[in-house]
Structure formats: C-alpha cells, structure tokens
C-alpha cells in the first residue's frame, strides 16, 4: 500500500470513529431504559364468587315478588364496602306505559329523610358549626316546651333520636294539612309531654325538624341548600332534591300507587311533608341512593368521617320495630333507635335501618358494618315488595356472608405476597 493510501485510510478511520461511539452508547442507554421500565400488566382482580351466586339468586326472587305484589315500579341498589355491585329498575313508572325505572328515576324518601338531616348535621359537628349536646334554645332563643325544664334540657342529639319528651306523632295531622313550620313549632308548647325529655322514644315529625331550623340559625342557609352543598353535590346525587316542586319537574319521576283490593291505584303526588323537610322531604334516584350507602359505609371522608358514622349508628333509647319483616327469618335480640337511624341487634350481627311511606312511595335503606354491605329499595306503591325485599336480601347474605368474608381474605392475603422482580 502506498504512502498516499495508507494516509486515506487512516483519516476515515478517524472521521468514523466519532460516529461509532455515539452508536454504542445510544444503544446501551436504549437498553438501559427498557429493562428499568418493565412492569406486569395490570391485571382485573376476579370478582367474588360467593357475591356473584349472592346477586344471582337475589334478583332471582326480586323477580317474584315484583311479580306477586303488582308494584308498578321499583329501584335496587347494593353496595359492598366502596363499589355499588348492583343497581337496577324493575317495572314502569306508570301502569299502561312502557316507560320503564330505570337508575335515574326520582322516587319519594319519606322518612328515610331523618337519616339526610342526621347525616348532615354530623357534617356540621364536624365542621365545629354545631355539637350534638348543643341546647336548642342556643340558636332558637324562643322556643319552647310546655316545661321551662323541658325546654332547657331539649339538646339536637334529642331532637334526632326522638327522645324530646312528646306524644307519639305530635302534629303530624297538621303537617299533613300543610301547615307551616314556624306554625307548627311554635304550637309545641301547648302539648302535655308524656315522658322527661331524653327518657323515652316517641317518633316525631314536627319535632324532628327542628334540626332544620337550627341549622339555618347557625350558618344562615336553609335546610335545602346545606343539604345541595354538603351532601348532594359532593357525593354527586345529581337527581336529588328537597322539595316539591324539583319532584314534578323532573321527567323522570315514578307515578304513586295505592293499593286497593289488590290492585294498584295511581294517585296524585301532593305537597305534603316537604314542609318538615327533615323529616320528609327528600326526593332522590337509586343512583342517588347508592353513592350515599357508599359514604353510609365509610369511603367519602372527604363529606363524612367513620367516627361520625359510627356516632350516628350506636344506640341511644330502645326503640321497638314495626317492621316485623326483618325479624321473621333471624330473631332481633334489642332494637334501637340512634341519630337518625334505627339499630337492630341480632344474636350475632347489626343492622341499621330506616324505612318511609307517604303519598304511595315507600323507601326502605340498611346498612350492615360488619359485612360492608347496604342495600336500599325504592318503590311507588306501598305492598309485599318493600315490606321483604331487604330481608329476602340480608337472609340470602347470611347463608353466604362467611363464605364471602373468607375469599376476601384469601384474596388480600395473595395480593400481598404478589412483589415485582
């Protein structure tokens, strides 16, 4: 090779060089990054067998009760710890159409609304804008009970535990003539009590509003707006509504029934009871109603703290049920009543529970701590349907709950042993 070559070759060695090294550490950087980037795809957990068969067999007989009461319609929802497993509309919101329920259909409380004005005032205790030993007469200076001593004892917890010290249903005759609030509490001081206040249950619905009073004294907002914004807007019960006039206006309302001699008489949707609304006066959808079980049941600490819940089921004055329902299939032991709720004790579980009835609707929420499980019916007729539909559900879930509680824990505890490499 000549001089001249030789000088060539070693000046394209030397230009290519350069380019050389760059390729190799591009590469190894490349592959530097894909090893230190590698994860397991993520994997849908596998759904809960027992709870699966559960739903299954528990549709199954909603099927058959829808078919043996003649209820129109109805509304399901089933939440297990913080995911809604089921929800559905059965029937039409109105008999001789084909309109059918379905999960945005707005249905009547009644008075499942106590457990809303609980709720929400344990936000507001929450927020140090109320106590619940707080003395009514601090933000009702002149209200009053037939007793001065009465009256100064009477606290919210009281209030809300039907504990105040009136006869059964004080009144109620008159909110079903559509008498004012104002009117209506200011008359409570012409009635003979019948117990000391705190001594004894005595269901109410006037008295029971006066948590809505309050509640405007202390923040100056009506008992519908807290409700909007501490309740229903944070938990995106986007149907829901506190009085009458969102009820007709909303397309999508079930028509009430009455039942006689068997049949379902469609009746008309009145004004009443939304004027202790309270104790009344909500409106909601079961879509509604399943993002509140999912609080009822702890997961939105963001609205409502589990210590707050857990003050709102313990049981404050012995309060027998009428729902005989709930106690044919598993003898309750003791039933209660708290803020806002009723308190089942069976032998070796709890439940808490309220139901409502007015105008043809009835409403039916329960709440099992124990297996994380709540369930609410919503229906336009009053009938066999709401009367059993919780229970058929809760003895379904009784037969399955050791069953579900033992893959749960198979499934957390191999969870847990799963590590990347």
Known sequence: MTKRKRYILLAVVLLALPFMLVQMLTSKKAVAVVHSTITKPATKPDPNPFI?????????????LVDESNTPGAAIAIVFD??????????????GTHDVVDVHTVFRLASVSKCFASFLTGILVEDSVLQWNDNV?????????????????????????????????????????????TTLLNRLKDVALSSRVGEEYSYQNVAFSIIGEVMKSATGKGYDTLLQEKVFTPLEMKDASVNYSSLIANPNHATPYLIKKGNAVPTHITDTYYNVAPAGGVNASISDMANWMVALLGNTKNV???????????????????????????????????????????????????????????????VNPKS??????????????????????????????????????RQRKHNQKITLP
């Open 82 to 95: 913080s995911t809604i497993i089921f929800i559905k509309g059965f029937g039409v919101k109105t008999i």
């Open 137 to 181: 007469l601090k933000y009702l200076p002149s209200f009053s009970l037939q007793s001065n001593e009465a009256t100064q004892k009477l606290t919210l917890a009281h209030v809300l535990s039907h504990t105040t010290g009136l006869p059964y249903h004080t009144y109620t005759n008159m909110v079903e003539e559509g008498e004012g609030i």
């Open 304 to 366: 409502i703290s589990s210590q707050t819940l857990t003050t709102l089921y313990t049981p404050l004055i012995k309060a027998n049920s009428k729902n005989r329902n709930y106690g044919r299939v598993h003898r309750i032991s003791k039933s209660y009543y708290g803020l806002g709720w009723r308190v089942l004790h069976y032998p070796n579980d709890t439940v808490v529970y309220h139901g409502g009835y007015v105008n043809g609707y009835r409403s039916e929420v329960a």
């Open 372 to 409: 994380r499980m709540a369930i609410c019916v919503l229906t336009n007729a009053p009938g066999t349907l709401a009367d059993n539909a919780i229970p058929v559900f809760y003895n379904l879930l009784y037969n399955k709950q050791d069953s579900i509680q033992a893959w749960e824990d």
């Open 52 to 64: 699966t068969q559960l739903l299954t067999d528990y549709e199954s007989k909603i099927d058959s």
